[in-house]
Structures are given as structure tokens and as C-alpha cells.
């Protein structure tokens, strides 16, 4: 079983992966270089690997697999399924389309910033003795101010 999908997770996409490859022999010939193939693709934007939730990661993983194993027979169509793969995975690394997972939230390449409530106020915790950790005062009043409204 790979990382991100199984032999029935392409069988059910392409039926005719089943007269390929039985499950022992895809996962070492095709499915887990169908993987590293996605995350080399994929890692100048995103931390590698991913979960196993990637509804994006497991769609490219299935086509590449599928594609790997027919190059040899059929050209046209595994260079048309690897001009999607390739095409779809440019458009990720460079935020033109983002990633969705099982539940339907997104994720963004690496690098994104990332929205904080707290990210415009000094930490609370640093360096230096326990005494000195203290609130942001502006965060306290800010606080103060949220609850008299």
C-alpha cells in the first residue's frame, strides 16, 4: 500500500490498470513512484510528505500512477494524462490553485503568510527569566475594549 493511494484506488479511476498490475506488483513498480514523482513535483511549495487526507495528492498520485504504467503501450494517453499531471502541479507550486483536503478546507504552498490574532502584538513568552513574560499591554486593552462593546 503506498503513502497516498492503493491498487483499487486506480483500478477504480482505470479499469484496464487491473490487467496491468495486480496489487503486490503496482505498489512496487508503479504506485510508489507515482508518489515521489507528485511530492518532487510538488516539494518547491510544500512541506513533503503529505497526509493521507490530500484529496489533490491522492487525484495527481492515481493519474501519474496510471500513466507510468502505460506509457510504453499507449503514448498518446499517457502523455495527455501527464501534460494534466503537469500541468495542475505548475498551477499548485505557483498559488494559482490550492490544495483540498477530505473535509474541504484548503491548504496553501509553504511560504503563505499565515493569519494570527495575536501576530501584531509583542509574545508573551521569550527569552529571559519567568518574571519577565508579560501581556502585550495594547493586546490587553484591545482585549478590554472587544468586551465593552
Not at 484496464?16 to 512496487?28: C, L, N, R, T, Y
Not at 501576530?119 to 519577565?132: A, C, E, L, N, S
Amino acid at each position: 500500500m503506498g503513502r497516498y493511494i492503493t491498487w483499487d484506488d486506480v483500478v477504480n479511476r482505470y479499469r484496464k490498470f487491473a490487467d496491468i498490475a495486480d496489487a503486490p506488483e503496482a505498489q512496487e513498480s508503479f504506485i510508489q513512484y507515482a508518489e515521489a514523482y507528485i511530492d518532487a513535483a510538488l516539494a518547491p511549495a510544500y512541506t513533503i510528505p503529505f497526509s493521507s487526507n490530500n484529496a489533490t495528492v491522492r487525484d495527481l498520485c492515481i493519474d501519474t500512477t496510471f500513466a507510468k504504467a502505460i506509457r510504453f503501450k499507449d503514448t498518446d494517453k499517457a502523455s495527455a494524462i501527464m501534460a494534466h499531471v503537469g500541468s495542475y502541479t505548475n498551477a499548485l507550486v505557483a498559488g494559482t490553485m490550492v490544495m483540498v483536503v477530505d473535509s474541504g478546507e484548503t491548504l496553501l504552498p509553504s511560504g503563505q503568510p499565515v493569519y494570527s490574532q495575536t501576530m501584531g502584538y509583542t509574545p508573551v513568552f521569550g527569552k529571559g527569566d519567568i518574571t519577565d513574560f508579560i501581556v502585550d499591554s495594547s493586546q490587553l486593552y484591545d482585549e478590554g475594549s472587544a468586551r465593552d462593546y
